[in-house]
């Protein structure tokens, strides 16, 4: 078990670092992806005239076309449980700080407690009903934590299954807490759960359910990504 506990606070150390100083041009895309998010969330609504959106049309085009014409950065990977994963703190669709798409959510772990905790509030991008959170996104929320507190098992593991439970409807706009915990581990069978709270109020649970997959996994998965990026 001590390699194991080795492993968890070296990708936990690795992970707080890179977040409070990833270097290169990532701080740089942190902020064009919060400018880009505030984007996101005014476009179904905005009332700019025609011109207006003609404009920010062929800026975002340009843009896109030189992001293209760049290619993709190689950085050296820090040694992780998750080979490929180093940099998922910027990148991550539901915690990436360069990714325009995540709200964020912002996650804290306790290793003592084996437990984790993350804050995130949902713009009108992810609205559902009106006023509410598409409980789509309340899923991949819970997905997202409850694989994070799935590392103290010590073995890289991927999500089974889990269910969620909506108590309430999870309101746009509002700051969100989400309590998870490591509840069990049997064998490749991991077991996790969490709470979504909005202050104290229950708003929805969820029970994960993660397999674990050989350690070589994760990097078997980003070469086989490298091979499709290279053949189109």
């Not at 820090?78 to 995540?102: Q, T």
């Amino acid at each position: 078990m001590a390699d194991s506990d080795t492993s968890r606070e070296s990708m936990a150390r690795d992970r707080a670092r890179r977040l409070a100083d990833p270097g290169g041009t990532w701080p740089t895309k942190r902020r064009l992806a919060e400018a880009l998010r505030r984007l996101i969330d005014r476009l179904c609504s905005t009332a700019a005239p025609e011109a207006n959106l003609i404009e920010a049309t062929d800026w975002a085009t340009r843009t896109a076309a030189l992001f293209e014409a760049a290619g993709d950065v190689e950085e050296a990977q820090a040694a992780s449980l998750y080979s490929g994963m180093h940099d998922f703190g910027d990148r991550g669709p539901v915690c990436g700080l360069s990714n325009p798409i995540a709200p964020p959510m912002k996650t804290e772990s306790d290793p003592e407690s084996q437990s984790a905790s993350a804050t995130v509030t949902f713009g009108h991008a992810y609205e559902g009903a009106p006023g509410c959170v598409h409980g789509g996104f309340v899923a991949a929320a819970f997905d997202e934590i409850l694989g994070m507190v799935s590392s103290y098992a010590g073995r890289a593991a991927m999500t089974g299954e889990f269910t969620v439970r909506y108590r309430r409807p999870t309101p746009v706009g509002v700051p969100l807490r989400i309590e998870a915990r490591f509840d069990e581990h049997r064998g490749r069978r991991i077991h996790t759960s969490a709470d979504l709270f909005q202050g104290d109020i229950r708003l929805a649970d969820a029970r994960g359910l993660f397999i674990v997959i050989p350690d070589d996994r994760f990097a078997q998965l980003e070469r086989e990504f490298s091979e499709r990026q290279n053949q189109d």
